[in-house]
């Protein structure tokens, strides 16, 4: 695997260290990997935020198309 040097202040290489990883890399992945989770679940709770101002009206006609589309793919096959 390829690597490179970053420069971090000692603060923030402290603040890496005090998180006990095996490694900087593990910790910095555990970091990123928890950051794309929460970036995901917020991007779930807008969507769900959303949808609950959606008109039935719309709703309606966002599921009909839905089942335009389901119907065109069950002739396929």
């Known amino acids: 695997m390829d690597?490179?040097?970053?420069?971090?202040?000692?603060?923030?290489?402290d603040r890496l260290k005090s998180y006990g990883g095996d490694t900087?890399?593990?910790t910095v992945v555990e970091?990123?990997?928890?950051?794309?989770?929460q970036r995901f679940w917020s991007?779930?709770?807008a969507a769900l935020?959303?949808?609950?101002?959606v008109?039935?009206?719309q709703?309606?006609?966002?599921?009909r198309a839905?089942?335009?589309?389901?119907?065109?793919f069950d002739g396929i096959g």
Request: aromatic fraction near 2%; charge should be negative; glycine fraction near 0%.
């Open 3 to 13: 690597s490179t040097t970053i420069k971090l202040s000692v603060h923030t290489r």
């Open 24 to 26: 900087y890399e593990a």
């Open 31 to 37: 970091a990123l990997d928890a950051l794309d989770a």
């Open 43 to 45: 991007q779930v709770d």
């Open 49 to 53: 935020q959303q949808r609950d101002h």
């Open 55 to 57: 008109s039935s009206e």
């Open 59 to 63: 709703r309606e006609r966002a599921q």
């Open 66 to 72: 839905e089942a335009e589309v389901d119907a065109a």
